[in-house]
């Protein structure tokens, strides 16, 4: 029996492992995935695995409530005790196992080369990795990291009421997720990703996209915004209406006062993506900017993580984004002349 997007699954899991991954024979790969994802993708990707010549294993799990440490309760032994002895782990988790233990463990070991594709459904993967121009999308993600790089201070404004200011810290990281082939923490590509200094940020911060913690707080595209007063790096207040109180009393509730500082904030700039509920399609809408907070990796911190028993993102649509006083993004435009020059072979205006 034939599937949709049989064959285009086919080509996409051949691009991520052979193209992206650079998976050579030999080599072990891991691909985890709970009970509530699209296992299609998942056999897929170990089969093509296989084909390469890699030592491959699929790990279908039950699945936890929450992300990173919350998840911790509900996996298997066999599993915790796997994912930092693989060349290549692949996450397809709805509920991730990204910022746990585990996954800290994994990142750090100068080994596994993980890649944080959570609830990638098989129209999604494809969309998001089999039908883009990596030619064309690394161009335009490497001139955007370099103008971020060099800028000190940056303001980030939307319709919605986000008004942010902060500093950058030029010893740390900036990730530009195209190139899967070092040992680290790598993710989905249209996105890039960094921690400001943090004590530096200030400001307001309105999320009118969509909002996901896990478990209880996976809130899915929001139907109406919630909006965090920041100061220092640190949530101070939270403002809005049941959903932006709903957010507020599940910080409270797991008592950890790391889950009020920022972690990273993000562009997003893949121009296939949609806001559908899946956070990890969603940080990557064309135009966009996403905030996460609570645990922070090392792959933003550029030293040791940040622990945090969980991590909570939002996305901002249509930014506005200013580099040392000069706009080069405006309403989800990006304007700057060779921002906008590469965003055309992108197919984005």
Same mark, same amino acid.
């Given at each position: 029996m034939?599937? /949709? ?7 996409t899991?051949y ?10 024979k $030999? %080599? ?7 009970s +509530? ?27 936890p409530?929450?992300y ?13 005790a796997?994912?930092?002895?693989t060349?290549?782990?692949? *996450? @397809?988790n ?5 910022? /746990?233990?585990?996954? &800290? ?9 993980q ?7 098989? %129209?999604k ?9 990596i030619?064309?999308q690394?161009?335009f ?10 800028a ?6 939307n319709?919605?009421?986000?008004? +942010? ?11 530009? *997720? ?24 200030? $400001?307001?911060?309105?999320f009118d ?20 007063? +920041?100061?220092? $790096?640190?949530?101070v ?6 959903l932006?109180? @709903? ?7 797991l ?8 972690a990273h904030?993000c562009?997003?700039?893949s121009?296939?993506?949609?806001l *559908?509920?899946?956070?990890?399609? &969603? ?6 900017? +996403? ?5 922070q990796?090392?792959s ?5 993580p ?6 909570? &993102? ?5 930014c /506005? ?5 000069e706009?080069?993004? &405006?309403?989800?435009?990006f304007?700057?002349? *060779? ?11």
């Amino acid at each position: 029996m034939a599937y /949709s997007l049989e064959m285009e699954l086919t080509k996409t899991a051949y691009k991520l492992l052979h193209d992206m991954l650079k998976v050579k024979k $030999g %080599e072990s790969v891991l691909v985890t995935i709970d009970s +509530v994802g699209d296992l299609r993708v998942a056999k897929e990707i170990t089969k093509m695995a296989d084909a390469l010549g890699a030592k491959a294993m699929l790990a279908w799990h039950s699945t936890p409530k929450g992300y990173g440490s919350l998840t911790m309760e509900y996996l298997p032994e066999p599993l915790i005790a796997c994912a930092d002895k693989t060349d290549v782990w692949i *996450e @397809l988790n709805e509920q991730w196992l990204l910022y /746990s233990p585990m996954s &800290d463990k994994a990142v750090s070991n100068g080994r596994t080369r993980q890649v944080m594709l959570g609830g990638l459904g098989a %129209e999604k993967i494809t969309r998001n990795i089999g039908l883009i121009d990596i030619e064309a999308q690394k161009e335009f993600q490497d001139t955007l990291t370099e103008l971020t790089k060099n800028a000190k201070k940056m303001r980030i404004t939307n319709k919605a009421g986000t008004d +942010v200011e902060f500093e950058n810290d030029p010893n740390r990281p900036i990730n530009n *997720e195209i190139d899967y082939s070092t040992p680290g923490a790598h993710f989905l590509i249209g996105q890039i990703a960094w921690a400001p200094t943090e004590e530096t940020i200030n $400001g307001r911060i309105t999320f009118d996209g969509s909002y996901s913690g896990g478990g209880d707080l996976d809130l899915g595209v929001l139907s109406e915004p919630i909006t965090y007063i +920041v100061e220092k $790096g640190r949530i101070v207040k939270f403002e809005g209406g049941r959903l932006a109180k @709903l957010a507020e009393n599940y910080f409270k509730s797991l008592d950890d006062p790391n889950m009020y500082l920022a972690a990273h904030v993000c562009y997003g700039c893949s121009p296939n993506a949609k806001l *559908e509920g899946v956070m990890t399609e &969603d940080e990557r809408v064309w135009g966009a900017t +996403v905030w996460g907070f609570g645990h922070q990796g090392s792959s933003c911190s550029g030293g040791e993580p940040r622990e945090a028993k969980s991590h909570v &993102d939002g996305v901002c649509l249509e930014c /506005s984004v200013w580099l040392d006083g000069e706009q080069i993004m &405006d309403e989800g435009r990006f304007i700057h002349p *060779e921002l906008k020059a590469l965003a055309k072979k992108l197919g984005k205006e």
